[in-house]
């Protein structure tokens, strides 16, 4: 009888993908998803389980192209566990992502469209009452005499792919993940 590690799951996204691209040593293009999907734990249960989930070239690609946040989506892939020492504690940390080789999107193109809308526009108001909110705070206090920005939370992931293999074991480092 033989086992193997395969997993299907359907839930929402959680957050939009962060989407990665680079090149290996041997000069080839690859490009990297991560995202974190919203699992309902079934029967009459409100609770859900975030899973981070890692989609690779034209499937990290596609779950950019035609989702958003609060997308319904199934998706089957391997579970893989790793760990990593934490450079800030010195304690080891311990991870489980799936790594996604298929993807089914369960909602209609209008629905995502709606959602996109929605998004941007929840974006758009969040970003005017972070900036009203940081005037505030400068014009407030006397000892802020000059205006602050706000520290972006871009990159900071390490790609670094070895290996004509898509998936390196060592190729992010989950606590370098801005989410």
């Given at each position: 009888m033989?086992?193997?590690?395969?997993?299907t799951?359907?839930?929402?996204?959680?957050k939009?993908i962060m989407v990665?691209?680079?090149?290996t040593a041997?000069?080839?293009q690859y490009?990297?998803?991560m995202?974190?999907?919203?699992?309902s734990r079934?029967g009459?249960?409100?609770?859900?389980d975030?899973?981070?989930?890692?989609?690779?070239n034209n499937?990290a690609?596609?779950?950019?192209?035609?989702?958003a946040?609060?997308?319904?989506?199934?998706?089957?892939?391997?579970v893989?566990?790793?760990?990593?020492?934490?450079?800030e504690?010195?304690?080891?940390?311990?991870?489980t992502?799936?790594n996604v080789?298929?993807?089914?999107?369960?909602e209609n193109?209008?629905?995502?469209?709606?959602r996109r809308?929605?998004?941007?526009?929840?974006a758009?108001v969040e970003?005017?009452?972070?900036?009203y909110g940081?005037?505030?705070?400068?014009?407030?206090?006397?000892?802020?005499?000059?205006?602050?920005?706000?520290p972006t939370?871009?990159?900071?992931?390490t790609?670094a792919?070895t290996?004509?293999s898509q998936r390196?074991?060592?190729l992010?480092?989950?606590?370098e993940v801005?989410f």
């Amino acid at each position: 009888m033989s086992v193997e590690n395969q997993v299907t799951l359907i839930g929402h996204i959680s957050k939009k993908i962060m989407v990665k691209s680079g090149t290996t040593a041997q000069q080839k293009q690859y490009t990297v998803g991560m995202f974190i999907l919203a699992v309902s734990r079934g029967g009459n249960s409100d609770k859900a389980d975030f899973i981070k989930c890692e989609a690779w070239n034209n499937i990290a690609d596609n779950i950019r192209k035609y989702t958003a946040k609060g997308s319904l989506i199934a998706v089957s892939g391997e579970v893989q566990t790793s760990h990593f020492t934490d450079q800030e504690t010195g304690r080891e940390v311990y991870e489980t992502v799936i790594n996604v080789n298929s993807v089914k999107f369960l909602e209609n193109k209008n629905t995502t469209a709606e959602r996109r809308a929605k998004n941007q526009a929840n974006a758009n108001v969040e970003s005017n009452q972070s900036t009203y909110g940081s005037q505030n705070n400068q014009f407030g206090s006397s000892q802020n005499t000059a205006p602050q920005t706000a520290p972006t939370t871009n990159g900071g992931s390490t790609f670094a792919p070895t290996g004509d293999s898509q998936r390196n074991d060592n190729l992010l480092n989950p606590a370098e993940v801005p989410f």
